[in-house]
């Protein structure tokens, strides 16, 4: 049995396991199990999340960024209980952690109450999990992914995204991030904004892509825009406007 330990739950119903198709028959066929095992397979069924995971991946592919942080459903088999249990060691350790407390209460005493009833039960280990900056490209880089069929869209011909993406500011740069995110705002949010004239109005797509706007959920900051919804042929236009 392999498991995949999250937020606490329990080791045995995490990551996956073999397990009979019928639990009380053992001589009925195995199949794969496991809470983040069917999570996973059933986030990559919606083809607005594969695009904004290939996005980042490639975005930002020198570090933790560039893998798929819940797992990647077709890997996730191939994790071993060894593995699983030097992860959840290193990186659900107290060293690994943050500690908040809310409110005009002494700190002193919260302080006091952290070490001794959680740190001082541990010994201090470095987990290594520092984020480096992504490393800049001297040149655009492009990528093509592929995503199921949606047999419910309104025209079977248009189901293709597209977006272009700029690596922007160190998310520790308040002030840049904060600056870029009022720019991004100006120039994508609402129907009076020039993107959307340029894009939505267009009549190119149906929306925005996945992630279009200012993330500042990764070390490096990045901004996204494009449309989905688009006809295959209509990929050079949408860059076009963009650019």
């Given at each position: 049995m392999v498991t995949v330990s999250a937020q606490g739950r329990n080791l045995r119903?995490?990551?996956?396991?073999?397990?009979?198709?019928?639990?009380?028959?053992?001589?009925?066929?195995?199949?794969?199990?496991?809470?983040?095992?069917?999570?996973?397979?059933?986030?990559?069924?919606?083809?607005?999340?594969?695009?904004?995971?290939?996005?980042?991946?490639?975005?930002?592919?020198?570090?933790?960024?560039?893998?798929?942080?819940?797992?990647?459903?077709?890997?996730?088999?191939?994790?071993?209980?060894?593995?699983?249990?030097?992860?959840?060691?290193?990186?659900?350790?107290?060293?690994?952690?943050?500690?908040?407390?809310?409110?005009?209460?002494?700190?002193?005493?919260?302080?006091?109450?952290?070490?001794?009833?959680?740190?001082s039960k541990f010994e201090r280990i470095d987990p290594h999990t520092e984020v480096p900056l992504q490393q800049r490209w001297s040149s655009a880089r492009e990528y093509h992914t592929s995503c199921g069929v949606d047999t419910f869209a309104p025209d079977p011909a248009k189901q293709t995204m597209v977006s272009v993406s700029f690596l922007?500011?160190?998310?520790?740069?308040?002030?840049?991030?904060?600056?870029?995110?009022l720019l991004s705002a100006l120039l994508s949010d609402g129907p009076n904004s020039p993107f959307y004239k340029a894009l939505i109005e267009a009549n190119l797509g149906t929306d925005f892509s996945p992630d279009s706007g200012f993330n500042n959920c990764t070390r490096d900051t990045f901004f996204s825009i494009g449309l989905q919804g688009i006809n295959t042929d209509d990929i050079q236009s949408v860059k076009e406007i963009i650019n």
């Amino acid at each position: 049995m392999v498991t995949v330990s999250a937020q606490g739950r329990n080791l045995r119903q995490e990551g996956w396991r073999l397990e009979h198709k019928n639990p009380t028959d053992p001589s009925s066929p195995l199949t794969f199990k496991g809470i983040v095992f069917n999570e996973m397979k059933g986030a990559f069924t919606d083809n607005a999340r594969v695009f904004a995971q290939q996005l980042q991946n490639k975005l930002l592919p020198d570090h933790t960024y560039a893998v798929v942080s819940g797992g990647e459903p077709l890997d996730i088999p191939d994790l071993t209980w060894a593995q699983l249990k030097q992860f959840h060691a290193t990186h659900y350790h107290p060293s690994n952690a943050r500690f908040f407390t809310y409110g005009n209460l002494p700190l002193e005493q919260h302080l006091k109450q952290i070490h001794e009833d959680a740190l001082s039960k541990f010994e201090r280990i470095d987990p290594h999990t520092e984020v480096p900056l992504q490393q800049r490209w001297s040149s655009a880089r492009e990528y093509h992914t592929s995503c199921g069929v949606d047999t419910f869209a309104p025209d079977p011909a248009k189901q293709t995204m597209v977006s272009v993406s700029f690596l922007l500011s160190d998310i520790a740069d308040s002030s840049e991030a904060f600056t870029l995110s009022l720019l991004s705002a100006l120039l994508s949010d609402g129907p009076n904004s020039p993107f959307y004239k340029a894009l939505i109005e267009a009549n190119l797509g149906t929306d925005f892509s996945p992630d279009s706007g200012f993330n500042n959920c990764t070390r490096d900051t990045f901004f996204s825009i494009g449309l989905q919804g688009i006809n295959t042929d209509d990929i050079q236009s949408v860059k076009e406007i963009i650019n």
